[in-house]
């Protein structure tokens, strides 16, 4: 576990300060404001995870169909990211549901996500509407699944799981486009 | 067009007080405190409009599978909310897009709208995380479709833009629980 979520762990992540992190991690503080912009952003990744990803993605194998590359995005997200930190994203998820700031960044980094996981798939081909709804039940599935990884002790990869997940949403949508809307049904609501 | 959104597109949002909406509208500031937290809300609904849908969602007629549930809550909601308000509509999403704590309560409102709708679902026996998940797709096709909507001039309904948009997940999803992660193309991202 890091030494800055072992701290905000301890003592809170108010009372911490990047100094005291810097301290435990044996690192100045240069080099901590080389990396994040302040100590919530240690959570959430440092400062180049977002070009990175793009450009992990971008090399994504040719050929792939959407579903390949979804499962394969998913796969590298959860060995780079996931894989092995059960516990110590365990204390960041309770980190997060304590502060109301950290809450928020938490929602712009899944803004972020769907942004960029829409962008590769328009790079892919797909319009933008079609990408973006897509990018975000990808998404979302991605959520529902760090739920349920991080509320058991589960074997299950967290990319398997939100594949699963997927696949259930496949399923549930079946037959959307053609559901009929019985126009007896659509009484008006009473007031 | 409400007295309220022509003040805020006349002379700005932050600029128009409650009193001068009320005075346009013919309402005391009274009346207007009985429906409304703040001018901001006004935009949003009035304040029985959740207990309202939950109500309106809860009376959703017996025996319809769950595409079928998606399509009637969209019809209702495109008939209660959308289907004769495009000016209007514009013209907040305009006023939305120019205001930063608009945006933040539009996310908060679409949130709310995910827990709406998955609690409906969750009513109609889908587990916690099928309900949740289905629930965002269908927020997510919803907002996807007010985009089209409100940037055309399209005379295609908005829920049967949401319900296509829909039908384009589940085709893109199609394979999704089976599509195969080549294990050799998961070289490490370079740094």
Redesign the interface.
């Known amino acids: 576990m890091s030494a800055a979520v072992e701290l905000f762990s301890e003592q809170g992540f108010a009372a911490t300060t990047v100094p005291q992190i810097t301290e435990r991690a044996g690192l100045t503080t240069r080099t901590f404001f080389r990396h994040f912009a302040d100590k919530r952003e240690v959570l959430f990744g440092h400062e180049d995870a977002p070009a990175?990803a793009r450009?992990?993605l971008a090399?994504a194998?040719p050929g792939m169909?959407?579903?390949?590359f979804?499962?394969?995005g998913l796969?590298?997200m959860a060995?780079?990211r996931f894989d092995g930190h059960r516990d110590e994203l365990r204390v960041i998820q309770a980190l997060i549901d304590s502060d109301e700031s950290l809450q928020e960044r938490s929602?712009r980094k899944r803004e972020f996500l769907n942004s960029l996981v829409g962008e590769a798939l328009r790079s892919r081909g797909?319009g933008k509407?079609?990408a973006?709804?897509?990018a975000?039940?990808t998404v979302?599935?991605l959520y529902?699944a760090l739920?349920?990884w991080l509320n058991s002790d589960t074997d299950v990869s967290i990319?398997a799981l939100a594949?699963?997940?997927?696949?259930?949403?496949?399923a549930?949508?079946?037959?959307?486009?053609t559901?009929?809307?019985?126009a007896a049904?659509?009484g008006r609501?009473?007031?």
Not at 163 to 170: E, I, K, Q, R
């Open positions: 990175q450009a992990v090399q194998p169909s959407t579903p390949e979804i499962a394969w796969r590298l060995r780079e929602l797909l509407q079609q973006r709804l897509l975000e039940a979302s599935a529902v739920d349920q990319d594949l699963t997940a997927l696949a259930g949403l496949h549930d949508l079946d037959g959307i486009g559901a009929q809307r019985p049904e659509l609501p009473s007031p």
